[in-house]
């Protein structure tokens, strides 16, 4: 599990390369608000709009995830925890005026694309 990437994944690669095409500018892995320690993939900072790519085994997607069968415990612990992170992530920014999207790994990065752009020009 160590060898698995936190930064820089595909699907997130890919969902960048498709925000650029659409002109848009973003900064990547940066905290939306510095009191929160909390790092978003790709911040809009203007727009005030913070994109998290989900992985769907380590945020527990409805659709794929696996709950594996050895130390079962351990991680359905690790993983509902990552939920309620997840949760307390989005209410603070939204405390904060931001606003948080997530996107999940298995999601067209196309589309997700298109969903970031029309948020980012709504909130300008």
Same mark, same amino acid.
Not at 36 to 64: I, L, P, Q, S, Y
């Given at each position: 599990?160590?060898?698995?990437?936190? $930064?820089?994944?595909?699907?997130?690669?890919?969902?960048?390369?498709?925000? #650029?095409?659409?002109?848009?500018?973003?900064?990547? #892995?940066?905290?939306? !608000? $510095?009191? *929160?320690? $909390?790092?978003?993939? !790709?911040? +809009?900072?203007?727009?005030?709009?913070? !994109? +998290?790519?989900?992985?769907?085994?380590?945020?527990?997607? %409805?659709? #794929? %995830?696996?709950?594996?069968?050895?130390?079962?415990? +351990?991680?359905?612990?690790?993983?509902?925890?990552?939920?309620?992170?997840?949760?307390?992530?989005? %209410? $603070?920014?939204? =405390?904060?005026?931001? @606003?948080? @999207?997530?996107?999940?790994? #298995? =999601?067209?990065?196309?589309?997700?694309? =298109?969903? *970031?752009?029309?948020?980012?020009?709504?909130?300008?």
């Amino acid at each position: 599990m160590s060898r698995q990437r936190a $930064r820089d994944t595909g699907i997130e690669l890919a969902l960048r390369k498709a925000l #650029h095409a659409r002109g848009l500018r973003y900064r990547v #892995h940066q905290r939306p !608000v $510095r009191t *929160v320690r $909390r790092e978003a993939d !790709v911040v +809009f900072t203007r727009a005030r709009v913070a !994109v +998290f790519v989900d992985g769907c085994f380590w945020h527990g997607c %409805a659709e #794929h %995830a696996t709950w594996p069968r050895r130390n079962a415990a +351990f991680w359905r612990d690790k993983i509902e925890t990552n939920q309620r992170r997840d949760r307390d992530t989005d %209410a $603070r920014l939204t =405390e904060a005026g931001w @606003l948080a @999207l997530r996107v999940w790994e #298995h =999601e067209d990065p196309v589309v997700a694309a =298109e969903r *970031v752009q029309a948020e980012v020009l709504a909130r300008r």
